[in-house]
């Protein structure tokens, strides 16, 4: 079975900390993607990468950056976290045009 | 610009009924469908995968259709159980990015 793990499933952080969010996956996917789930908002994309060391922005990449190092490892970073960025973070990978993956999500708090 | 709309918004039905959601989207070129089910605070698990060529794919008592030029797709769901109670999404994969539906809320009544 495909897993994607996400490094923490609760986190609070204070306004102008620097976060990061990680996420593994162990079935050599090239596609990796960041979103976030809001209540009314449903999900909406941050960032992708579609191969080690790109990517893309989604559709509110501001306030975010990602780094993706390794194969395996895509990571989320909130520069300087803001009130406004509490939410529900999930990862998720895949293939191109195929089926992704989620992990179980990272539900950030920021005070 | 695609967009993904689910009628209705949320269900309620008694256990062992079966079940249609729906999931309807504005631009037929789409390389795929897929539904998900989500529970409170957790995240999102792959349901069933249509690819643009199939019509229809089945798990155990889920059936899912795609009709392309109609833009519509549903999720079948037979004898519902109060396990089956989550939220179900559906996606389109348009332009290497899915374009997500708000989602159907379900309750299944014991």
């Known amino acids: 079975d495909v897993k994607v793990t996400q490094s923490s499933r609760y986190l609070v952080k204070r306004t102008g900390e620097k976060v990061f969010l990680e996420c593994v996956q162990d079935?050599?996917?090239?596609?990796m993607f960041w979103y976030r789930q809001d209540p009314g908002l449903g999900l909406r994309l941050i960032y992708f990468?579609?191969?080690?060391?790109?990517?893309e922005k989604g559709d509110i990449p501001e306030g975010y950056s990602v780094s993706r190092e390794k194969k395996e490892r895509f990571s989320l970073i909130l520069e300087s976290a803001s009130t406004n960025q509490t939410s529900m973070y999930l990862c998720?990978?895949?293939?191109?045009?195929?089926?992704?993956?989620f992990g179980p999500g990272t539900r950030l708090t920021v005070l | 610009k695609q967009e993904v709309t689910q009628i209705p918004a949320a269900l309620s039905v008694p256990e062992g009924e079966n079940l249609v959601l729906n999931c309807s989207f504005t631009?037929?070129?789409?390389?795929?469908l897929q539904w998900f089910r989500q529970d409170p605070g957790k995240g999102l698990t792959s349901l069933l995968l249509?690819?643009?060529s199939q019509r229809e794919q089945t798990s155990g008592r889920l059936n899912a259709s795609l009709d392309k030029s109609s833009g519509r797709s549903t999720l079948y769901i037979a004898a519902s159980q109060p396990g089956d109670s989550a939220t179900y999404l559906c996606?389109?994969?348009?332009?290497?990015?899915?374009?997500w539906g708000a989602g159907t809320k379900l309750i299944i009544k014991p």
């Open positions: 249509i690819q643009s």
């Open positions: 631009d037929s070129a789409i390389y795929n």
């Open positions: 990468s579609y191969d080690v060391k790109m990517k």
């Open positions: 998720a990978s895949g293939l191109l045009n195929n089926e992704q993956f």
């Open positions: 996606a389109v994969d348009s332009n290497y990015q899915l374009i």
């Open positions: 079935m050599d996917h090239e596609n």
